[in-house]
């Protein structure tokens, strides 16, 4: 008989960035004042569950989510490498035309291929190791439920992965906000249904979340 497990993917809540930059994998980027409250929020959404295992990126910002998680399930917090977030050439710098990064010819080069992304870790390396992760976290949880704390473009490239879309996408249109959860069901190893949820939504900022994820 096969069992019914599920794994959830959380996004980790807004992050500390007064110099709006993409952070990327810098360290020292930890949740805001209301991040944390996201990441309370997504607790509690999560108390009664039948979590079993927890694992988040090792950034510091998931790692931060994962903690009240980790308070209302009693469970450890492993990290996995695999789930952080994705390279990028930008990293550090402010990003945008005008006022950002793609004013200086240097970077140019770096946009000539959207369907890699040229700017970055390819799309189809992303995709391999968030779902190794995940059938990780699906095997330990077997019959149960897992979490993982990752990151927006990690997260939502797993999604399109598994749903058998194409992974070059318009990333203002990822269905992915602050503190969501993009949830897998398995019947064994089979992938059944996937379900989002956005339990902070209440307390997203007006604006849309920029540099970083």
């Not at 209302?72 to 402010?94: I, P, Q, W």
């Not at 000539?112 to 390396?125: H, I, K, L, T």
Request: proline share 5%; with cysteine; aromatic share 8%.
């Amino acid at each position: 008989m096969s069992e019914l497990t599920r794994v959830h993917l959380v996004r980790h809540g807004e992050v500390e960035n007064p110099g709006k930059i993409l952070y990327g994998r810098l360290p020292g980027y930890g949740l805001s004042a209301l991040g944390r409250r996201m990441a309370d929020v997504v607790a509690e959404w999560m108390q009664g569950r039948d979590v079993t295992v927890l694992v988040s990126s090792p950034l510091e910002r998931a790692q931060q989510t994962a903690e009240p998680i980790a308070a209302v399930t009693g469970l450890h917090v492993t990290l996995d490498k695999r789930a952080v977030e994705a390279e990028n050439h930008f990293e550090g710098l402010s990003f945008g035309v005008g006022d950002g990064s793609l004013r200086h010819p240097q970077h140019w080069r770096y946009m000539v291929n959207p369907f890699r992304p040229s700017w970055g870790e390819a799309y189809v390396d992303v995709a391999a190791r968030m779902k190794s992760a995940v059938d990780a976290a699906r095997s330990r949880a077997e019959g149960h439920e897992a979490v993982i704390v990752s990151h927006q473009l990690p997260i939502w490239i797993t999604r399109r992965s598994l749903e058998g879309r194409r992974l070059w996408h318009d990333p203002r249109k990822r269905q992915c906000t602050l503190a969501s959860v993009t949830s897998f069901a398995y019947d064994g190893e089979v992938l059944t249904s996937v379900s989002y949820a956005e339990p902070a939504r209440a307390l997203l900022p007006n604006a849309s979340a920029v540099s970083g994820a």
